[in-house]
């Protein structure tokens, strides 16, 4: 329930703090000024776009915070718990601020929030009707969901939805893969070509390099082993002069000077390093002479073996070293296609169970729905002779989809009929209802309809436009049963609306040489007649209108 707005630098409104209470409000005065500031200041809370020109002129930003008594909303009590919101279990407070560059703040309980979470928190907490709500009940969606909202059937519907949409995914995906069969058997024959001709290539993932550098040594065999000779000949086995000779000769004329200095003894040790590496190298050279032969056969082997790689590589266009990915790509690829048929398989099982699982959501809210139709229009019809449409019947029509037809909303068409006159068949609403019969249709539906609902406030914006008299009274009556039962909100011109409420706020306006500021005023019983009278009477006020504004208060409290 709502129990606070505050207000500050919004409109015409410098700092503004409105209290409310369980029953049925209305507000009344300048009924243009009150809607802008009142729903305005509570749209904006709930995380509506807001406007800059919202902010009141001279200050640099607008703030709006709206207090709820939610100890007897459990789903925005589990909703602050599972958005790790703070939450005291007993009220919930959402504020929001726009500043005159555009930015814009909101938060719950004083943590910061998004405006997707102001608006889905608020869709808990309150629920607006409009006074160009009726015009909606020309869309056939509108019917559908104003039904399944009678129903209670909101999450029944959406199971029904998210089923279908499952189905129709799978469907078409399904069909996608058998009108490619064609295409598939085509490729799969072509990969089985690719794969076995790869598969007799025995390519292993290292053999491309490995095979470069034997080719490189054998091709190269002369070369290598005639350096090698000449190397060896360097280090050791040349008769003339060699390194290791040298060395050896190098170390006996050191050996042989008494009490060398560091920097020889160092040569030293240095030069025996040496030769012990010069010695080491001889036996790695002659080692590798020893195993090294020339085999030109060998060599012919070698690059027949890498003119294939290669010409494999070239066919499938990929560098040589990446055939083996290729090969292990396509032979994923032809294990898929090969399991295709299984998959296929089941899918069609899987599309099968969807279907299943859809019709007996459907038709579970088929039933929910008929007996909701019959409720509905028994409800909706039993409002119309106190509101001026004697023997008008309203009649929510169910029409089954042809046989086999599926859709996101269920197994019927729902569409609200009605028949002005006894006797008169069911019509649709745009083909017979007038303006002023459409609005007074609407204010029964939404009357009934909140009836039902869950969200404790519910807020009606003009809804009794276009009507008067005794239809305005009955409208009164019906708003007032309801905030006996919750809490509405309820923006009137209309005196005998006001009159039924419990609680009565005047909106007024103020012009003074600096501009103009707005005020919202809780009035007591006596000023309560006097606003009446005036909604009554007009301009001039009389004693005669102010009895009747008494009157009508004493009959309503009645």
């Given at each position: 329930?709502?129990?606070?707005?505050?207000?500050?630098?919004?409109?015409?409104?410098e700092?503004?703090e409105?209290?409310?209470?369980?029953?049925?409000?209305?507000?009344?005065?300048?009924?243009?000024?009150?809607?802008?500031?009142?729903?305005?200041?509570?749209?904006?809370?709930?995380?509506?776009?807001?406007?800059?020109?919202?902010?009141?002129?001279?200050?640099?930003?607008?703030?709006?915070?709206?207090?709820?008594?939610?100890?007897?909303?459990?789903?925005?009590?589990?909703?602050?718990?599972?958005?790790?919101?703070?939450?005291?279990?007993?009220?919930?407070l959402?504020?929001?601020?726009?500043?005159?560059?555009?930015?814009?703040?909101?938060?719950?309980?004083g943590?910061?929030?998004?405006?997707?979470?102001?608006?889905?928190?608020?869709?808990?907490?309150?629920?607006?009707?409009?006074?160009?709500?009726?015009?909606?009940?020309?869309?056939?969606?509108?019917?559908?969901?104003?039904?399944?909202?009678?129903?209670?059937?909101?999450?029944?519907?959406?199971?029904?939805?998210?089923?279908?949409?499952?189905?129709?995914?799978?469907?078409?995906?399904?069909?996608?893969l058998?009108?490619?069969?064609?295409?598939?058997?085509?490729?799969?024959?072509?990969?089985?070509?690719?794969?076995?001709?790869?598969?007799?290539?025995?390519?292993?993932?290292?053999?491309?390099?490995?095979?470069?550098?034997?080719?490189?040594?054998?091709?190269?065999?002369?070369?290598?082993?005639?350096?090698?000779?000449?190397?060896?000949?360097?280090?050791?086995?040349?008769?003339?002069?060699?390194?290791?000779?040298?060395?050896?000769?190098?170390?006996?004329?050191?050996?042989?000077?008494?009490?060398?200095?560091?920097?020889?003894?160092?040569?030293?040790?240095?030069?025996?390093?040496?030769?012990?590496?010069?010695?080491?190298?001889?036996?790695?050279?002659?080692?590798?002479?020893?195993?090294?032969?020339?085999?030109?056969?060998?060599?012919?082997?070698?690059?027949?073996?890498?003119?294939?790689?290669?010409?494999?590589?070239?066919?499938?266009?990929?560098?040589?070293?990446?055939?083996?990915?290729?090969?292990?790509?396509?032979?994923?690829?032809?294990?898929?296609?090969?399991?295709?048929?299984?998959?296929?398989?089941?899918?069609?099982?899987?599309?099968?169970?969807?279907?299943?699982?859809?019709?007996?959501?459907?038709?579970?809210?088929t039933k929910?729905?008929?007996?909701?139709?019959?409720?509905l229009?028994?409800?909706?019809?039993?409002?119309?002779?106190?509101?001026?449409?004697?023997?008008?019947?309203?009649?929510?029509?169910?029409?089954?989809?042809?046989?086999?037809?599926?859709?996101?909303?269920?197994?019927?068409?729902?569409?609200?009929?009605?028949?002005?006159?006894?006797?008169?068949?069911?019509?649709?609403?745009?083909?017979?209802?007038?303006?002023?019969?459409?609005s007074?249709?609407?204010?029964?539906?939404?009357?009934?309809?909140?009836?039902?609902?869950?969200?404790?406030?519910?807020?009606?914006?003009e809804?009794?436009?276009?009507?008067?008299?005794?239809?305005?009274?009955?409208?009164?009556?019906?708003?007032?049963?309801?905030?006996?039962?919750?809490?509405?909100?309820?923006?009137?011109?209309?005196?005998?609306?006001?009159?039924?409420?419990?609680?009565?706020?005047?909106?007024?306006?103020?012009?003074?040489?600096?501009?103009?500021?707005?005020?919202?005023?809780?009035?007591?019983?006596?000023?309560?007649?006097?606003?009446?009278?005036?909604?009554?009477?007009g301009?001039?006020?009389?004693?005669?209108?102010?009895?009747?504004?008494?009157?009508?208060?004493?009959?309503?409290?009645?």
């Amino acid at each position: 329930m709502l129990t606070a707005i505050t207000i500050k630098n919004f409109t015409l409104v410098e700092q503004l703090e409105i209290d409310f209470c369980q029953g049925m409000t209305a507000i009344t005065g300048e009924t243009g000024a009150g809607k802008s500031l009142v729903l305005g200041a509570l749209s904006m809370a709930l995380g509506d776009r807001a406007d800059t020109d919202r902010i009141r002129r001279g200050a640099e930003r607008a703030e709006v915070s709206a207090l709820f008594d939610i100890s007897s909303i459990t789903p925005a009590s589990q909703w602050l718990i599972d958005q790790d919101f703070e939450n005291t279990g007993s009220e919930c407070l959402l504020r929001r601020i726009i500043t005159r560059e555009g930015r814009s703040r909101g938060s719950i309980n004083g943590q910061p929030a998004t405006m997707a979470q102001l608006r889905e928190l608020g869709e808990m907490l309150i629920d607006i009707h409009n006074q160009h709500e009726h015009q909606s009940l020309l869309r056939r969606d509108t019917h559908r969901a104003i039904l399944d909202n009678y129903a209670d059937t909101a999450i029944l519907a959406n199971e029904v939805k998210q089923l279908y949409q499952s189905w129709r995914s799978l469907s078409n995906h399904l069909t996608r893969l058998e009108n490619q069969s064609e295409e598939l058997d085509a490729r799969k024959e072509l990969l089985v070509f690719q794969v076995n001709e790869l598969d007799q290539l025995e390519l292993s993932d290292n053999e491309l390099a490995e095979l470069e550098q034997e080719q490189h040594l054998l091709a190269n065999a002369e070369s290598i082993i005639q350096k090698s000779h000449q190397v060896l000949d360097i280090c050791s086995q040349a008769e003339n002069f060699n390194l290791q000779t040298g060395l050896h000769r190098t170390l006996q004329l050191l050996q042989e000077i008494p009490q060398k200095a560091d920097a020889l003894a160092s040569a030293e040790k240095l030069l025996i390093s040496a030769e012990i590496e010069i010695e080491e190298a001889s036996r790695e050279i002659q080692h590798y002479l020893d195993s090294f032969e020339v085999n030109p056969e060998q060599l012919q082997q070698v690059e027949e073996r890498l003119s294939a790689i290669f010409q494999l590589a070239r066919k499938h266009r990929v560098p040589a070293n990446e055939l083996c990915e290729k090969h292990r790509l396509l032979q994923q690829e032809l294990d898929r296609l090969n399991g295709g048929t299984e998959d296929i398989a089941a899918l069609q099982n899987q599309l099968a169970k969807l279907k299943d699982d859809y019709l007996d959501k459907a038709r579970q809210l088929t039933k929910k729905r008929t007996k909701a139709a019959l409720s509905l229009s028994d409800a909706v019809s039993g409002h119309f002779d106190s509101l001026a449409m004697q023997g008008a019947l309203f009649t929510p029509q169910l029409a089954p989809l042809p046989e086999g037809e599926f859709a996101s909303e269920g197994l019927e068409a729902v569409e609200f009929l009605i028949a002005t006159n006894p006797g008169d068949p069911p019509r649709p609403l745009q083909k017979i209802a007038s303006g002023g019969e459409l609005s007074r249709i609407s204010l029964a539906i939404q009357v009934i309809a909140a009836q039902n609902s869950a969200i404790p406030t519910l807020v009606f914006d003009e809804v009794d436009v276009g009507i008067g008299g005794a239809t305005a009274d009955v409208v009164g009556k019906m708003l007032r049963q309801l905030g006996s039962r919750g809490q509405v909100i309820c923006v009137t011109h209309q005196p005998q609306v006001a009159a039924c409420a419990h609680q009565h706020l005047l909106v007024s306006k103020r012009t003074h040489s600096e501009g103009a500021e707005s005020g919202l005023t809780m009035l007591p019983r006596a000023e309560r007649v006097n606003e009446i009278a005036r909604m009554l009477g007009g301009a001039k006020v009389t004693g005669r209108t102010v009895e009747h504004a008494r009157e009508m208060l004493e009959l309503a409290e009645s």
